[in-house]
Each structure stands twice: as C-alpha cells, then as structure tokens.
C-alpha cells in the first residue's frame, strides 16, 4: 500500500512517533453528533418555590510552601564565616559545615563531600566541586577522574595515605555546572579554615576556579599551570600553590597530559626540598 507508505513517513518526519489511540480515527468522515430538536415553548407553568440554597463556605487560601533555599545575604555569609573559625579541628570543621543551611547547594545534592586521604599530610589537593560519583559517595575524586589523579599520584611515588584531598565547594552543583561566585564565596570561609586546620606544606590547584579560589590570580590555568603561586591564609601563613590542569579536562585533552607530568615533577621536587 504506497499511499499508507507515505502517510506514515509523511507523519514520521513531522515528528508524530506516538499513537494516541488503539484504534486509527478518521477525522475527516467522522459524523458530527446530532443535535437535541428544538422545542416548542410551552404553557408558563405557575411558579413553584424553590428551596434555599446554602451559600458557600469561604475557601482559605493554601499556606504557600515554603521552600528551603533562598538567596544568601551578608548574614549568611557571616554565619559561615563564624562556624568556620570556631571549629577547631577538621572533623569539628566538618559538623559545622554539615549544618550550615546558608548555599543552597545543599538542598540538591544527595551527600557532603568533605575530604579524602590524609589530613597530615604535606600537599593538600583542591578540586572546584564533586561531581555525580563524588555526590554518591561522599568522597571527592573517585569517579573517572579521580582514578587518572591516583594514577598521576602513584607516577611520582605517592598515594592517598600520602596526600590530602578536598574542594572549594563541598556539594554537587545541580547537573554539574558550574558554581556560581556567590557560591564560592560563601562556601570560601569553610575550605580557607580547612586548609588551616589541614597545615600542608603546599598545595595543589586542580583547575582553573580552584586556582582563582586559592591565588586570587586573573589569568586563566592555561597561563597559570606549571608556575608557583601564594596562598595567604587568614593567620597570615604564606603557602606554594602549584596550579595545574584538572583530571577531567586531561581526559578530554589527552595530549594536554605532557603539561600537567611536568607540573607532577615539581610537586615532587618540591616535596622532596621539604623532606631534606
């Protein structure tokens, strides 16, 4: 039948690919419903009282749902910067963190992601934020690109009971966009107390806003990656900062890997000028 052939691809292509119904309705030869007769007016009949109706009650209107997130003022913002600093230890650091309701980001994803590793250790690592796998476990950098990082660690002679690792943003941003300044900013007094608590001898920027978060720096990571930037904390202590590219973006850039084997070597050389 090559008529019904091509209405079907005729449909296909205009983008009809569901059926409404089980059986094909013609619409063209469908018979319109037949309308009631008209009736004559009859005789006025006498009027019969009809009874009272009850009025209506008065609806109330629905308490609106509040919602939990909202837009973080200064308020909130000083509330995260008074938890911070009265944690005294990193897993006080976590507590606090963990019930602080000021970013939003907290409302969507499924878990806090703190740290992982070895909070003694002499190289903290900072990444931007946790991505899906990240999310469900509650670790950072676990998911594909967490296994290329633990390969480029055990490239220069260290593990995770070695290092410490941790992000500027403890939640999974929706969709694993990108955090907003806002944002950062509010979750900035968290990760700053961490990196004071956790004392490392140098750190490690994963990517260009973990840098912009820790350096300040305007440039880019392209520019910035392979040279020895500050991180100021709030006591005043200076610490080397070493920008490189984040894992994920070496596995969609895979030639990109020759630039961060070179930043690798002088975090090892770095670390190997403390040990001395």
Known sequence: MPDLRELLHFYAE????????????DRFTAVEPTRAPAQSPAAPRASVPQPERSRPEPQVAAAPIL?????????????????????????????????????????????????????????????????????????????????????ML???????????????????????????????????????RQIELASPKLLVALGGPAAKALTHAPEGILRLRGNWKTHRTAAGVDIPVMPTLHPAYLLRNSAQKRFAWRDFIAIKMQLRAFTQ
């Open 154 to 192: 055990t490239a220069i002679g260290l593990d995770r009971t070695g290092v410490y690792i941790a992000n500027t943003i403890p939640w999974r941003p929706p969709g694993n966009r990108t955090p907003t300044p806002l944002e950062t900013e509010i979750c900035r007094p968290f990760f700053e």
């Open 67 to 151: 919602n939990k997130t909202s837009v973080p003022d200064d308020t909130k913002i000083a509330l995260a910067r008074q938890l911070a600093s009265s944690a005294t230890t990193l897993e006080q650091l976590r507590e606090q963190l963990a019930s602080f309701d000021g970013c939003n980001l907290k409302f969507t994803a499924k878990n806090l992601v703190f740290a992982d590793g070895n909070p003694g250790a002499p190289v903290m690592f900072v990444g931007e934020a946790p991505g899906r796998e990240e999310d469900l476990e509650g670790v950072p950098f676990i998911g594909r690109s967490g296994q290329l990082l633990d390969r």
């Open 14 to 25: 205009a983008g009809v690919d569901t059926p409404l119904e089980d059986v094909p309705v």
